[in-house]
């Protein structure tokens, strides 16, 4: 299996990309094509001692910044590791493509390039995040700031697809991110989601989930427009941050804190492993016609080698063919209305 | 100063109504008047020994329930505390109307029986949140689910007045909640509504704030739609309670981490009177002419105490006149361009 992987995107790249790609030859034996400053690259992995066995190193010339206007640098910066990737994508040379880089030129090359699933609009972006009970996944988590009652159908059937096939999560439900539990809550697209979800075949959907109960994990899928889903996904990063931070102070403040610490030392690291984003990976886009999947900005090794698994897991279990044919018997069941 | 108090209101009533109207009165002097079903208040206040002194308890014959619709509510259930009592401050019986009930109905009521500042739609339900270096006041934080940009700016503008008259931040700084810190970010009703506020006068608006950011609490007021509102608040809480449950477990775990809470313990009290919202008290409707003050509904004797002095402040400093003089301000400007 190839994966080809963007080693310019992301705060650490190339070297964290490098270290994950290799790490991901070694434990998963999967090939890797990776895109981008070969020079650089060659540089890093010769100073860091990391091998590039199973790499592939493909030069690209130019390279997609977070600041660029997202359709804008797809459409003009043909030779960045992202437009190359997904043009490799496309024409078959890799099973799977990984980057790290902008969300936004990520989306719409998914979107242009690489194109759709039948009754798919644009893709979403699937986000999981840890809580109590068990991992969600969130999507759209950001990538589609508006969406219409059909594309949160459309988010609930793949992100149910995607649980199963690739969690390994049986039955898995369904929930709509909404203000309250009745159905006539929320705005009038979310009123007409929710009908629409009852109906939608396939899927095991729950009813409306409240922002307070999201962190419980008690539901497998939480689906939402992208702007709900990004206040979601950043507003849980950013309240755990404050917390874990606050306790950081409270653990230094004194001898007798600082011995407590020690006593604590196995369990603050399970909390801090539980609430590992890096555990995750990457965030595939789900409707791309083939695996796209955006690890995260910050990623260091461990993320890029977890979001290759996870693109590795994408391919073994045909994770788009699946989708499709769930999508199509939703679009069946909506024309036979 | 009289303060009218619903004694139905909260999952804790009327006892935790009582201990906080009991307590009020010794530490602030009010006066309280306090409305609902008047033998169950003195059965209580005999029980537990709760002095009535300063509290004048009013019968009413009705209570708005949590599940009922909230409009249909205020105009059946005349005898209800939260009606009775919003007549009482129209009509000058009182100097504020404290309430731990149905936000839903409180906030119809306020708009239809107090009524509505000049150049404002509907109040806006405003709610102090703790964070990293201060506190800072969300509104619209559930009330309205959809709003104008001319809306957003009005919270913008109550929500600056409260910061600096209630808690005396100076020029307290406005942010809007948004997906991204660029002005071209978010729906085509924030994008309008930042080029709104970057004109608004009397406010020190700081742009757009990121969701990742709010925890940080580096602004004073953040303005959003209800909906959005709903999300920050509830999420926050529920990824908090979340967290502090875990490290519950962990100190739970052995003897070592039980030793370890020990040493901990004074730092783990200052933590979770960080995170508390029950030192806030409650969360005002701004933009009503009279004060209306919402107290969480699971709030205990401090969190109603709390309220009844959020209350008074807003009664000692006009806070409503102060706010329809910055609202006709606005108006003004915005008739002369």
């Not at 992301?10 to 090939?31: C, F, M, R, T």
């Not at 929930?175 to 539990?181: D, F, M, T, V, W």
Request: net charge neutral; proline share 4%.
């Amino acid at each position: 299996m190839k994966i080809i992987l963007d080693m310019m995107g992301g705060d650490n790249a190339p070297l964290s990309n490098l270290e994950g790609a290799a790490q991901a030859v070694k434990e998963y034996g999967v090939e890797i094509i990776g895109l981008g400053d070969e020079a650089a690259c060659r540089k890093a992995a010769a100073e860091k001692n990391i091998s590039l066995d199973g790499i592939q190193l493909v030069n690209c010339t130019e390279n997609i910044e977070m600041c660029d206007e997202p359709a804008r640098a797809v459409r003009t910066k043909k030779d960045s590791s992202i437009v190359v990737g997904l043009n490799m994508l496309k024409e078959g040379k890799g099973d799977a493509f990984v980057s790290a880089g902008s969300t936004g030129a990520l989306h719409v090359g998914a979107s242009l390039i690489v194109r759709t699933l039948r009754g798919v609009k644009r893709p979403a972006l699937a986000t999981i995040i840890p809580a109590k009970n068990k991992a969600y996944m969130l999507l759209d988590s950001g990538a589609n700031v508006e969406c219409r009652p059909e594309m949160l159908a459309a988010f609930a059937v793949m992100g149910s697809c995607y649980m199963a096939r690739v969690e390994g999560r049986k039955n898995p439900t369904v929930a709509l991110a909404n203000n309250g539990a009745e159905e006539s809550k929320g705005t009038p697209v979310l009123r007409e989601a929710h009908q629409l979800l009852k109906t939608t075949p396939g899927i095991n959907f729950v009813g409306n989930i409240e922002p307070r109960d999201v962190p419980n994990g008690d539901v497998d899928v939480v689906v939402c427009d992208g702007f709900t889903g990004n206040v979601i996904l950043k507003l849980t990063e950013g309240v755990a941050k404050m917390i874990l931070g606050m306790l950081k102070e409270m653990f230094m403040a004194n001898v007798g804190s600082k011995l407590a610490y020690l006593l604590l030392r196995s369990g603050v690291a399970d909390l801090k492993k539980k609430m590992d984003s890096e555990e995750y990976g990457g965030a595939p886009f789900l409707g791309a016609r083939q695996p796209v999947i955006k690890a995260h900005g910050s990623s260091k090794a461990k993320a890029i080698k977890n979001a290759i698994r996870q693109a590795k897991i994408c391919v073994d279990n045909d994770l788009c063919g699946t989708m499709q044919a769930a999508l199509d018997e939703l679009a069946a069941q909506s024309a036979g209305e």
